[in-house]
């Protein structure tokens, strides 16, 4: 998402974050400055992620089957700022007394629920205090840094929703979702920003559909075609290094996410992936006891069910990757693109063909 107004960020300061982790980010940029609302940035401790782990091995025996978190602590630390336990960054760099007596409290309620969790309360205390000194001089109050940044000079404002639209914890496949609005509404709810200052909506694509872990998955292809898809474009996930699982693209998926973003426009990546197909299929709807259905399923059970109508595609059999310029896209990689612009009704800003940067190319 692009506003008017060059600064550039996840959109939800809102998230849980970690002082270790931001120790090290210092430590390895001693230019870092860590713009955030204190009011609003959950800290996430050791025992957070503990019990993230925990949980799924919990739901593995209760159910027989887990969500496939990342088990980084995420949701454990949103349930701690959902039920107003939870600390902040203002707490950390205000009366440490204060925030020890309720770290305490918080770490004993997690043991009281985990009996086999265990939390070396004083020695963590001691860590968060070095971290806390470190990190204050870097600290500034998200909302009036941003307001600043939209109605001062002119200037560039780029925010990263940083997970896909169906990992949105209220849109989303859920419960196999993460734990915040990840969807363009992060953006106002997540840095403080007013709804009129959001410019433009880009859409990131891959022209093939990929998802890591556990969830429903209609057009998935568990053959050849998803080993390829797997192989040539190096799904592997960033965070748990899972192998993503692969399929065709589903422009249900698509139409679903722009009623919900209002894209402007979309970035088609990794067009070349699809290079050697012989011919390309495209989920276009979905049926259910044999009846297109005009929506996208909210639940799992039903999603499962659905049959994915399919159009099929020539390949274009030829390697896109030197391409630079529309006119240097064989025809039949054209009529993809302009297949899946038609159908979702927003146009394709860019076309990736390649990883460098010379490999986006830009349609207008």
């Not at 870097?138 to 925010?159: C, N, Q, T, W």
């Not at 038609?342 to 990883?355: E, F, L």
């Amino acid at each position: 998402m692009r506003r008017k107004g060059s600064r550039a960020g996840r959109s939800d300061w809102s998230s849980p974050i970690g002082p270790t982790s931001v120790c090290v980010a210092v430590d390895g940029n001693k230019q870092t400055q860590l713009v955030g609302r204190k009011h609003l940035h959950v800290l996430l401790f050791d025992f957070h992620q503990a019990v993230d782990g925990l949980q799924e091995v919990q739901r593995q025996a209760q159910e027989g089957k887990n969500i496939g978190t990342t088990k980084k602590g995420i949701g454990p630390a949103y349930s701690s700022k959902a039920s107003r336990t939870g600390l902040r960054i203002c707490d950390l760099l205000a009366d440490f007394k204060e925030f020890s007596g309720r770290f305490k409290n918080l770490a004993q309620q997690y043991q009281s629920m985990f009996p086999m969790l265990e939390v070396d309360a004083e020695a963590q205390l001691k860590k968060l205090k070095e971290y806390a000194e470190r990190i204050r001089p870097m600290v500034r109050d998200g909302v009036y840094f941003m307001y600043e940044a939209i109605h001062g000079s002119p200037k560039k404002i780029l925010v990263e929703g940083a997970n896909a639209a169906l990992l949105d914890i209220d849109f989303g496949t859920y419960p196999f979702v993460t734990s915040s609005n990840c969807t363009v509404g992060g953006v106002c709810t997540g840095l403080g920003i007013p709804p009129q200052n959001v410019g433009e909506v880009y859409g990131v694509v891959k022209a093939y559909t990929t998802r890591v872990g556990i969830g429903a998955f209609p057009t998935e292809q568990l053959n050849a075609i998803g080993e390829l898809l797997q192989t040539r474009g190096h799904e592997v996930g960033v965070t748990t290094g899972r192998k993503r699982r692969c399929g065709w693209l589903d422009l249900v998926i698509l139409r679903y996410a722009h009623m919900i973003n209002g894209f402007t426009a979309f970035a088609l990546t990794k067009l070349d992936i699809l290079d050697v197909l012989d011919e390309i299929k495209v989920g276009v709807a979905y049926k259910l006891n044999g009846k297109r259905i005009p929506y996208f399923p909210a639940n799992m059970e039903v999603l499962h069910k659905v049959e994915v109508e399919y159009e099929t595609l020539p390949g274009w059999k030829s390697d896109t990757t030197a391409a630079r310029m529309w006119d240097d896209l064989p025809p039949k990689a054209q009529n993809y693109i302009r297949f899946v612009e038609n159908q979702v009704g927003v146009p394709i800003k860019w076309v990736g063909v390649g990883k460098s940067r010379e490999s986006m190319i830009q349609m207008f």
